[in-house]
């Protein structure tokens, strides 16, 4: 199956600071790249829709400014968190849609955020 | 907007019994697909099954079934054989088939424990 490759799996980082979150498709093109954020205990919740070569759609609520994503390749989706704070702490899930297999979703491993 | 629905927050099931996991959803598309995905502790997103809804068979993945009622818009994942390895998160998910790059909606999730 597909591979979706993110990283990194655990960051750490002290308050004020900004933490990029890359998403990789390695073995097809992506051209639609979602990312999304998961309290403990809880469903995911899509932050963005990240499309190659075009600005990131947020969802309502969801701080642009904050959350800055950058789609420069088929492969390639990242995601920064601008000056993190404590609140920002949350576990993040990049997904990527195969264009041959549409109806399909995969997932990154995730990366948990702590700021301290 | 589509919504996707699980009553069952958390279920138990002994090791190679059979449990039924629910889900129905809301939408007045007439086509659209139906996922139903595992986050285990790794919290890695893994596909289990889907359904196309202009299909009228239920999908089947070797232990795993759906029970896809279109008319009652119910889709349930059957789980026969339970393994301990079948403990994780649930949740159902729908995604409509007529924008290629619209977001898949998921459900709240069912957390499923394996007894030995």
């Known amino acids: 199956g597909a591979v979706v490759s993110q990283h990194p799996s655990r960051v750490i980082c002290k308050s004020g600071t900004s933490v990029k979150i890359e998403c990789r498709s390695l073995?097809?093109?992506?051209?639609?790249m979602f990312w999304y954020r998961q309290f403990p205990k809880q469903s995911l919740m899509l932050m963005a829709t990240?499309?190659?070569?075009?600005?990131?759609?947020?969802e309502q609520g969801v701080e642009k400014d904050k959350f800055l994503i950058n789609h420069a390749s088929l492969t390639l989706s990242t995601l920064t968190v601008t000056s993190a704070h404590p609140e920002d702490s949350s576990f993040y899930i990049c997904?990527?849609?195969?264009?041959?297999?549409?109806?399909?979703?995969?997932f990154g491993s995730g990366t948990q955020l702590s700021v301290l | 907007a589509q919504t996707v629905t699980q009553s069952q927050p958390e279920m138990s099931v002994q090791e190679a019994e059979t449990v039924t996991l629910s889900c129905t959803y809301d939408?007045?598309?007439?086509?659209?697909?139906l996922f139903w995905y595992k986050q285990p502790p790794s919290r890695q997103m893994i596909l289990v099954i889907r359904?196309?809804?202009?299909?009228?068979q239920n999908a089947t993945e070797n232990r795993f079934s759906v029970n896809f009622q279109k008319a009652a818009k119910s889709f349930s994942l059957k789980i026969s054989d339970s393994q301990l390895g079948d403990a994780a998160m649930y949740f159902c998910?729908?995604?409509?088939?007529?924008?290629?790059?619209?977001?898949?909606?998921f459900g709240p999730g069912t957390r499923l424990s394996v007894l030995p």
């Open positions: 997904s990527a849609r195969d264009l041959l297999r549409g109806e399909k979703l995969f």
């Open positions: 073995d097809f093109q992506a051209t639609t």
């Open positions: 990240s499309n190659e070569g075009s600005k990131a759609t947020y």
């Open positions: 939408t007045s598309e007439s086509d659209y697909y």
């Open positions: 359904q196309e809804a202009y299909k009228q």
């Open positions: 998910a729908y995604r409509s088939a007529d924008n290629y790059g619209q977001n898949f909606v």
